[in-house]
C-alpha cells in the first residue's frame, strides 16, 4: 500500500506538473523542468557530503564505536547491501538519518542523544530503518519528487511575474483581466499542493521503511519503543541546528510536534507508526 501511495503521489505531482506546464507552452515547461533537474542532480550527487558538513558529523570506526559499527554491520549483511560509512552527530537531541545517492555511496548518523538515550534492541530498530531508505533507494525517490516540485515552483514564479507585467501591461478586457487573476491564483495554490502532495510521499516513505525495519530485525516493537522515546526526546530539546530543508531526512521530525500541522510535516505522527508497529508485530 506504501507503494502504491507513494506511486499514486508521484502520478498527481506529475500531472499537476503537465497542467501548469500547459498554460505556458512546451519551452517554459521544459525550461522549469531543466532547472529542476540541474539543481537536484547536483543535491543528488553531492547531499551526502552537505548534510552531513552542515551537522557536524564525525566519521567512527569499529574501533571507535564498537556497538555501533556492530549493529550497522550485521543489518547490512542481512538486508544483502554494502556496509555504510558510520557517522555520530554532536547533537543531544535524539534523532538519526541516512543519505547517499545508491547504497554503495551511503551513510549512516545518530546523534550523541539517541546513542545515550536507546538500548541495544531499540538502536537496532532505528538502525534497520535507516538501512530501508539505503535499500529502497528513498533518495533517489526524494530526488525524483523534488525535481517534480521545484519545476512546478518555477513555473509558478515565471507565472506570478507573467502576472504582474500583464497587469501593468495596460490591458483593461475582462478577459484579459481574468487571465491575470488566473495565473496569479495559480502562481500561489500550484506550489502549496506540491509541497503537500511532497510531503505525503515522504510519509509515506516513512511508513514503508518502518515496516521494513520490522521485518528486517523481526521486532517490530523495538522500533516502536524508540520511536516515543525519540518523540518525547525531541519535544523535550528540540534540534535547534536543524534546518526544514533536511528534516524530512531524519528517522522523526526534528522540530518540536506541537508547531506543525500533521499535511504539513515530512513525517507522519508517532502515534500512527506505532500503531502500524504494534499491529505488525502481532500479525507475526
Known sequence: MNILKTALLMFGLTALLMFVGAQFGPTGLYFALGMAV????????????????AYR????????????HGIVERLSRHAKIPMPKVYIIPS????????????????VAVTEGLFRMLDERELE?????ELAHVLH?????????????????????????????????????????????????M???????????????????????????????GDPLALASALKKIHMGIEARPMREAGPATAHLFIASPFSGRA????LSTHPSMEKRVAR????????
Open 277 to 284: 508497529l504494534e499491529e505488525q508485530a502481532a500479525r507475526r
Open 260 to 263: 506543525l500541522m500533521n499535511l
Open 137 to 185: 533507494r528513498d533518495i533517489l525517490i526524494g530526488t525524483v519528487v523534488g525535481a517534480l516540485a521545484g519545476a512546478i515552483s518555477s513555473l509558478a514564479w515565471m507565472a506570478k511575474w507573467g502576472a504582474i507585467l500583464g497587469g501593468f501591461g495596460g490591458r483593461s478586457s475582462n478577459d484579459d483581466n481574468g487571465g491575470v487573476v488566473g495565473l496569479l491564483v
Open 38 to 53: 540541474v539543481t537536484n542532480f547536483v543535491a543528488y550527487w553531492f547531499s551526502d557530503k552537505m548534510v552531513l558538513a
Open 187 to 217: 502562481a500561489i495554490v500550484a506550489p502549496l499542493v506540491a509541497m503537500l502532495i511532497q510531503f505525503a510521499i515522504s510519509r509515506s516513505r516513512e511508513f514503508h521503511a518502518d515496516k521494513a525495519a520490522g521485518e528486517l530485525t
Open 92 to 107: 543531544a537531541t535524539p534523532n538519526a538519518f541516512a543519505t547517499g545517492r545508491n547504497p554503495e555511496h551511503a551513510a
Open 57 to 68: 558529523a564525525r566519521e567512527v570506526t569499529a574501533h571507535d564505536a564498537p556497538r555501533l
Open 125 to 129: 530498530g532505528v538502525l534497520a530503518h
